[in-house]
């Protein structure tokens, strides 16, 4: 049976029919790619360590050192230990002895990035840069096999979709889990695409490869799954690239062939003796997908989240160029502008599926999670650019009419991307009135995921603050970047940061409260009005989009809320403090006396007794 021909290709069978833009490609995506990495070295050079990536690196470190693999079992090694590589020959400390015997990752983590023998810029420096490779290998790969489909002019708007998209910059930048496994999904089924081409065992390889590469990344690599098997049985059903004689065999040696190699990947990152550690990360991993984590949406607050989740938080934090021409592609894919039919559900059975798959998730904490759809995605709208032929070569007109509203769109995409450097993590379109506006809507890693130190000490020290309160959610300590701060009661801190004896003391000419986006919110709170008073008031900063700074100068209402914040979560010294700071404000400040009434009671009841 001869081979359909896909649709990008001429009467001769040249790609593109003498397009000049052939010639271009290669350069036009190099300089895209350093697009990519320059937004990847701006968005790494300002922020701060995020909720878990001191996990993350610390962990990595140790698998490489010990092959023991008691930190951080929830997330398989590979993406941790290719970060951690070159601390290798840093010659780093790392905090061995009895946290290490308890298997404390988070003050582990704290230790190793903030408190080693090179700052901690350079150790996040560099595991960042790690991630950055990996997304310009992805970059590069997407590039190339939108070439293939769609010509060079397809291929360079879906690299530019890529590049362009604040989320990808963001989530390229920094040692965690996401970008890694979109990037061995997507080879895998690139590389199945490119066997059903001109099978052969290096490609079968090439797709072990990367199926374990995606299962040593992240579990919810088993999404890939359904993807492949659907994939197989395209193969079967459209007998490509096989004869109609002898189908069933050879799908079956693939599929067994790269799940043994997928395997061997996986065990390797384990280092051929941690494959407990594997078994344990998944269970808490299906665990956690089917407890469910608590999650912001709109006001609203969820443990099994919404059904929506992923595709409303798409829509509101993708630029709106983008959004338009993700449409237009859709469009042209139901008017007839279509390629072969191999290649269009190699595609777009990756993208159904794992909308599918997240529209049923409980997990609701990020676009993250969407991730891997991205590259699939923006590979489609590659349609829209290219050359004559086939359904195109019919609607001359619309191929011509196409182009410079795709230009607009990404021109659009250009300004978005400047305005928002290098806060890309905050980014949300003008649809909810930028990344202002957006703690209204998302939170968590949409906003804040400890991010903003820096934003935060840079505003502190343009003020001339010598100290402030300071509130924030995550592990990722204001401190260990300049900001020196009375401690406010946030969610997730760890002990070191709640037991340091710094006060703000009486006199200053102003008094300045900063609380992070998940904590004004009172995400990970069992009170979700914990701090809802100001929400109630327009903060006069908002550094890095993620911190709300409110004035708070000689407000004795203020100081007094805050004492009695300090008395529920048990900060007795912090409580007696503000309290009396509060009455001589204010001497008749009811809250303030009922506060230190409080304190005496507990601290006159017998041991054992409720609130002794």
């Known amino acids: 049976m001869a081979r359909e021909q896909p649709s990008i290709l001429n009467e001769t069978g040249a790609p593109g029919g003498g397009d000049p833009w052939e010639s271009r490609a290669g350069p036009a995506a190099l300089a895209l790619m350093a697009l990519l990495t320059l937004q990847g070295l701006l968005f790494i050079g300002e922020s701060s360590q995020t909720s878990d990536e001191a996990v993350h690196i610390a962990a990595g470190y140790s698998y490489l050192e010990t092959a023991d693999f008691r930190l951080n079992p929830e997330h398989p090694p590979l993406i941790k230990e290719w970060a951690a590589l070159p601390l290798l020959l840093l010659h780093v400390q790392f905090p061995w002895g009895p946290l290490w015997d308890q298997g404390e990752e988070w003050n582990i983590g704290r230790i190793f990035v903030h408190e080693n023998r090179i700052p901690n810029d350079m150790i996040l420096l560099v595991g960042r840069l790690q991630v950055l490779i990996l997304s310009g290998l992805l970059g590069w790969f997407l590039f190339r096999w939108g070439r293939a489909l769609f010509g060079a002019r397809g291929a360079l708007l879906a690299l530019a979709l890529y590049v362009l998209d604040p989320n990808v910059v963001a989530h390229s930048s920094l040692v965690t889990t996401d970008l890694g496994v979109t990037l061995f999904m997507f080879l895998a089924v690139y590389a199945l695409w490119a066997w059903s081409e001109r099978p052969g065992p290096v490609r079968v390889l090439w797709c072990g490869l990367a199926v374990g590469g995606a299962f040593a990344s992240k579990f919810t690599s088993f999404w890939l799954l359904p993807i492949l098997l659907l994939l197989l049985v395209v193969l079967f059903a459209l007998r490509t690239p096989l004869s109609s004689r002898s189908r069933v065999l050879p799908l079956l040696v693939l599929a067994a062939c790269v799940a043994v190699v997928a395997f061997a990947v996986v065990a390797v990152t384990y280092a051929g003796v941690g494959m407990k550690a594997y078994v344990v990360g998944l269970e808490r991993g299906l665990h956690h997908s089917g407890m ?321």
Request: contains cysteine; glycine residues 8%.
């Open 292 to 612: 469910g984590h608590k999650a912001y949406m709109m006001g609203q607050y969820s443990e099994d989240g919404w059904w929506y989740y992923f595709l409303y938080a798409y829509l509101i934090k993708t630029p709106i160029g983008t959004l338009l021409i993700v449409a237009a592609s859709i469009a042209a894919f139901l008017l007839g502008r279509r390629i072969r039919l191999k290649d269009e559900l190699f595609v777009g059975i990756p993208i159904v599926v794992l909308v599918l798959i997240t529209c049923l998730w409980k997990v609701n904490i990020g676009l993250r999670h969407l991730l891997p759809v991205y590259p699939f995605l923006y590979l489609a709208t590659g349609r829209l650019l290219a050359p004559p032929g086939g359904a195109a070569a019919r609607r001359p007109r619309a191929a011509w009419a196409i182009a410079p509203g795709v230009l607009a769109c990404l021109a659009w995409n250009v300004v978005e991307a400047a305005s928002i450097a290098p806060y890309h993590l905050a980014y949300f379109n003008e649809l909810v009135g930028g990344p202002r506006q957006g703690h209204l809507y998302l939170l968590d890693s949409n906003l804040d995921w400890g991010q903003s130190s820096k934003a935060l000490r840079r505003y502190v020290e343009s003020e001339n603050l010598p100290i402030i309160y300071c509130a924030y959610s995550g592990n990722g300590d204001p401190w260990y970047y300049g900001v020196r701060y009375q401690w406010a009661p946030g969610s997730g801190n760890l002990d070191n940061a709640k037991e340091r004896p710094v006060r703000v003391p009486e006199g200053l000419p102003r008094e300045m409260l900063a609380v992070s986006a998940m904590v004004l919110h009172s995400v990970h709170f069992s009170d979700t009005d914990v701090w809802a008073p100001l929400r109630r008031q327009t903060p006069i900063a908002m550094p890095g989009y993620s911190y709300f700074i409110f004035d708070i100068t000689r407000n004795a209402d203020a100081h007094a809320y805050i004492a009695s914040l300090y008395l529920s979560f048990g900060m007795d010294d912090y409580a007696d403090y503000e309290a009396h700071r509060t009455l001589r404000l204010d001497p008749k400040s009811a809250v303030a006396l009922a506060v230190l009434d409080k304190l005496k009671e507990k601290a006159t009841a017998p041991p054992g007794a409720p609130g002794g």
